[in-house]
């Protein structure tokens, strides 16, 4: 395997994926050929991530679109509607999900009215998305590495590695990006209950690039940061809301933000404009609950007594008093100057 992978491809009218619920024991793709089963890998999480969701949407909907060719172009966009409306109901918090559906939307839009083959359109809006993902995960890569000093001992949380994303990452990036400069640089990677992303797969992508990193429990990472052994905590987000500031990612992320203030330690959140949501306030974001079960079990092996039940809560909100710095591809801003980088 080349360090450099992808998380996924088109090829021959299918899309591969990686499929991370098999990983780090096992890499291997699976080639989906109905938006329907790219419905269902993005809810349980055989991809995951808000860029990678986002553009396995997109793939989605070029699925869709392949299948209706043929019958007029309305039909097509009505058929389209309809799997966009499935794509959107599987995980209802990360922002690039509904940004990519609705950019390759008003693209097949716009192919109808002017008489283009609209599966083609589709299929080449959803190659744009996935493209510019690599681009900008290292222009972010690059603003976020002067952060990071040689030497440096930084927490990530959660997988915002280039699993989550196309390829090359965004928190994970910024360290791929110092590591490429030439320094050293030591990784705490908090394991992230419940689903392990980070014990899974943030190590696992450390792993293959050979950066030093240890895997932490999460109750471990504050006592690090009172002993003064982490320098900077960046992570990825999976909304960020401009009209506050609010940073919403992996449930955890706000404990880790509390504790790195209260430290002192720089605490700073990488993510792509895409992940930006310029529209909505707090009140209006939905954040998504999952199956107890992932709480009550272990890799499908029930901890808890028969009859207990669990909460959770997928994903927490940070507010943005305790970020440092939001890096993003147009360099890095203060969360409440986030207005600033609105699409025109
Ligand atoms: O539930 P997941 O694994 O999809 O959550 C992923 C995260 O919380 C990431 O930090 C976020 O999506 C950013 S990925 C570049």
């Excluded at 990071?148 to 390829?167: E, F, H, Q, S, W």
């Excluded at 990677?189 to 240890?214: C, D, Y």
């Excluded at 710095?325 to 969360?335: A, D, L, R, V």
Aim: with cysteine; charged share 25%.
């Amino acid at each position: 395997m080349r360090r450099e992978f992808r998380t996924l491809y088109w090829r021959n009218s299918r899309l591969y994926l990686i499929d991370q619920k098999a990983l780090p024991h096992r890499l291997r793709y699976v080639a989906l050929s109905d938006y329907r089963q790219v419905a269902k890998a993005i809810k349980d999480m055989t991809v995951r991530g808000a860029p990678a969701i986002g553009v396995a949407a997109a793939y989605g909907l070029a699925l869709a679109a392949l299948k209706a060719r043929g019958s007029d172009p309305l039909k097509v966009l009505e058929r389209l509607q309809k799997a966009a409306d499935v794509l959107r109901s599987t995980r209802p918090t990360a922002v690039n999900l509904f940004w990519a559906i609705e950019r390759v939307m008003v693209r097949a839009e716009a192919a109808a009215r002017d008489g283009e083959d609209v599966a083609r359109a589709v299929l080449e809006e959803a190659h744009a998305i996935a493209e510019e993902d690599v681009k900008v995960n290292r222009a972010i890569g690059m603003h976020g590495a002067q952060l990071i000093r040689d030497g440096a001992k930084v927490m990530t949380y959660c997988n915002a590695g280039a699993l989550a994303t196309v390829g090359y990452g965004t928190a994970l990036g910024v360290i791929r990006a110092a590591v490429e400069q030439g320094k050293r640089v030591f990784v705490y990677v908090p394991e992230t209950r419940p689903k392990l992303q980070g014990a899974r797969l943030t190590s696992f992508e450390l792993k293959l690039e050979g950066i030093e990193h240890r895997v932490i429990p999460d109750n471990t990472a504050a006592y690090l940061m009172s002993r003064g052994e982490v320098d900077l905590v960046v992570v990825g987000a999976d909304r960020i809301l401009a009209s506050s500031g609010h940073v919403i990612n992996k449930i955890g992320t706000l404990s880790l933000a509390i504790a790195a203030n209260h430290f002192n330690v720089p605490f700073y959140v990488a993510a792509p404009i895409s992940t930006i949501d310029f529209r909505r306030t707090l009140s209006e974001v939905r954040i998504e609950e999952r199956d107890e079960r992932e709480v009550l079990e272990v890799m499908g092996r029930r901890i808890a007594p028969k009859g207990a039940r669990a909460i959770n809560y997928s994903f927490d909100v940070t507010p943005p008093s305790l970020v440092r710095g939001i890096i993003t591809e147009k360099g890095i801003f203060g969360p409440t100057e986030l207005y600033k980088l609105q699409p025109q």
